[in-house]
């Protein structure tokens, strides 16, 4: 894992505030000009020499070396390939083409064949690595692990960048010892299909139901059982299949994963992509615009060994991002983006969850929603946990120790700490997290889940983590104080945290500093920009190629942007803003055009300077 905290919450916390919406006047729209019809598709491959074999151009490579057919490895066709990394020490290699996907295409598929041999020896580890990427997309990556006798052919749906020119890319890093090649030859991009209609920019699938039952082993770390989603289409595009985030596979290998999905009911499951953790499904009939359909499927989960997220430190399961969950599809297509270890990939709608979850009854388990525990089988609890309108479903398994509080506001509140966490420190923990859920309450709109657990364990390396009424957490106040903030900044109000995260990191953190009476005095004069393409408002797939200024920027400089608009703005006015944000977009998905108009109608200033100051796009 890398050593930067994927919530960067370690001494110093930056805190995180919300946004208001207040809409733009609208004035009267002209007659609109005759819709012009698409695009008619004309099929086309778009990569030039994608077999190598016309000499280098158009390719950019990191070396002379990279486009070869020099003797130890072989093409795939012809006599020329693509060979990356190979070296046995440490050592990166990059090979690139600026390409353009036509639009009015229904499908662009890009296709490569790829072989890896190593020298590696582990099972376990990723020492080297190549990374496939599209625009600022990361399609895929590879690693040691993943060695083959010959080549395999991978294929990827690139539709949603149909009309734009964006750089295909290979990179390939190798660690200081034991070689690893990567081998790509035969790199095609093909458009076809009918022609596409106007983009439909609903969010769909929506309003999901989940349904699971879980059974445990007696340690709580192995879990299998059933799970069935039901979803409604909002869009007025058909929709002919949906796709399953399997989220923790990337704790694992795709020949040993951790989260399995078998039997599957109400479609037809295709192939896994995105290093497995996307599991496609086509439904039997498309499924238009207010219809309904459920699929179910059988469900493994296997939590590793780790003080993560997703692990287990000793007899204690941390079990975050386990349940497949419904992948969002709207007008930029499906939207499938790799997990990161930096931040947070997760983008869902508001769901309703009931899960039922049968165990030892020396474990307690802690969970999402409100929890109901009745006897089981002998030696057996079951715990049944019902949430509303929540974009996640987090539990935790072990022999915890428990106090328990309500908040002044009257939320009830259960932390949860493993062995070697003092009392004082359990209970110093519950004051802090009471004190906290009602401080953003009282700023942003009454808490909604009902309980809210806090599990607590000082092993995390990550500082801590959230999820809807459920967060993992160092003993800190300012963790614990941001990570509850998070109930309303991507709980209640939704982003999408691989592409905006600094809608619910900036956000929180600014919320955090409000909680604890920090003021961000001065704190925008400490900025320093690592580079012009460095800001603000980049994704996830920018930070976790710049992993060292993720936290400085979206934390730090976030926060302290909303700290200078408040100045801006009146400490009244912006608090009305986001409390009134909140309210507008409870449940919903925030984003950053939207928060950005919604200041905006919050001031007379002109405050095109102040986005273009604070690096803000969008």
């Known amino acids: 894992m890398r050593p930067t905290p994927h919530k960067a919450l370690a001494a110093s916390l930056l805190a995180v505030a919300a946004l208001a919406a207040a809409w733009l006047p609208v004035t009267p729209a002209a007659a609109a000009p005759p819709t012009a019809s698409p695009a008619a598709c004309t099929p086309a491959q778009v990569v030039a020499n994608g077999g190598f074999e016309s000499g280098t151009s158009p390719w950019s490579q990191s070396s002379a070396s990279v486009i070869t057919s020099r003797a130890g490895q072989t093409a795939h066709g012809g006599t020329t390939f693509a060979w990356l990394n190979g070296v046995g020490s440490t050592h990166t290699d990059t090979l690139s083409q600026s390409v353009t996907i036509p639009s009015g295409c229904s499908t662009a598929t890009l296709t490569f064949w790829l072989h890896i041999d190593t020298a590696e020896t582990t099972s376990s580890t990723k020492y080297d690595k190549l990374t496939a990427k599209i625009g600022s997309t990361t399609l895929a990556t590879y690693s040691n692990l993943d060695k083959n006798t010959g080549y395999v052919q991978k294929s990827f749906d690139v539709s ?169 599809k709207d007008g930029a297509g499906w939207h499938l983006d790799p997990y990161t270890n930096n931040g947070e990939s997760f983008y869902s709608l508001s769901s309703d969850f009931s899960v039922t979850l049968d165990h030892p009854s020396t474990l307690l388990v802690p969970a999402t929603g409100a929890s109901v525990d009745t006897p089981g089988s002998s030696g057996r ?58 401080a953003h309450a009282a700023r942003f709109g009454a808490y909604p889940y009902g309980e809210l657990d806090a599990v607590i364990d000082n092993n995390f390396w990550f500082g801590g983590m959230e999820y809807p009424g459920f967060v993992l957490d160092l003993v800190s106040t300012t963790a614990l104080t941001h990570e509850i903030g998070h109930q309303w900044w991507y709980g209640i109000v939704g982003d ?43 994704s996830m797939a920018y930070w976790d190629t710049h992993s060292s200024r993720y936290s400085t920027v979206i934390y730090g400089y976030g926060k302290c942007a909303l700290h200078d608009l408040r100045r801006i703005l009146g400490d009244s006015v912006m608090a009305k803003l986001l409390k009134d944000y909140a309210t507008s977009h409870w449940y919903g998905v925030s984003t950053t055009a939207e928060f950005k108009a919604a200041a905006q109608a919050a001031t007379t200033t002109d405050l095109t300077s102040f986005w273009t100051q604070h690096r803000i796009d969008g």
């Open 160 to 328: 949603a960048f149909a009309g734009q020119t964006v750089s295909l890319a290979f990179t390939g890093t190798e660690d200081s010892s034991l070689q690893t090649s990567f081998v790509v030859d035969d790199i095609a991009l093909n458009t076809s299909g009918d022609t596409v209609p106007p983009a439909d920019s609903t969010r769909t699938p929506a309003a999901p139901s989940y349904t699971v039952s879980l059974s445990s082993n007696t340690s709580g770390t192995v879990w299998t059982g059933h799970e069935s989603a039901t979803f409604t289409n909002a869009s007025s595009t058909a929709l002919s299949e949906v796709y399953l985030r399997l989220w923790d596979n990337y704790h694992g290998t795709c020949s040993a994963m951790p989260i399995t999905v078998s039997n599957v009911t109400g479609g037809i499951a295709g192939g896994l992509s995105v290093g497995c953790t996307a599991l496609k499904i086509d439904l039997p009939t498309p499924l238009t615009q207010g219809q309904t359909a459920t699929i179910g499927f059988d469900l493994g989960i296997t939590v590793p060994s780790g003080a993560d997220r997703f692990g287990h430190d000793g007899a204690f399961s941390f079990i975050g991002n386990a349940l497949p969950v419904l992948a969002v």
């Open 381 to 438: 609890t079951i715990t049944k946990a019902t949430a509303s309108k929540v974009r996640d479903f987090a539990w935790a398994a072990g022999p915890f120790s428990k106090i328990s509080g309500t908040s002044t506001a009257g939320t009830p509140v259960n932390v949860y700490s493993v062995s070697g966490i003092s009392s004082t420190d359990a209970q110093s923990m519950l004051t802090t997290a009471k004190s906290a859920v009602d």
């Open 496 to 538: 999408d945290q691989y592409n905006s995260p600094w809608l619910d990191e900036a956000f929180t953190d600014y919320s955090t500093d409000l909680a604890l009476n920090k003021t961000g005095t001065n704190c925008w004069n400490s900025v320093s920009w690592a580079s012009t393409s460095e800001k603000i408002t980049n």
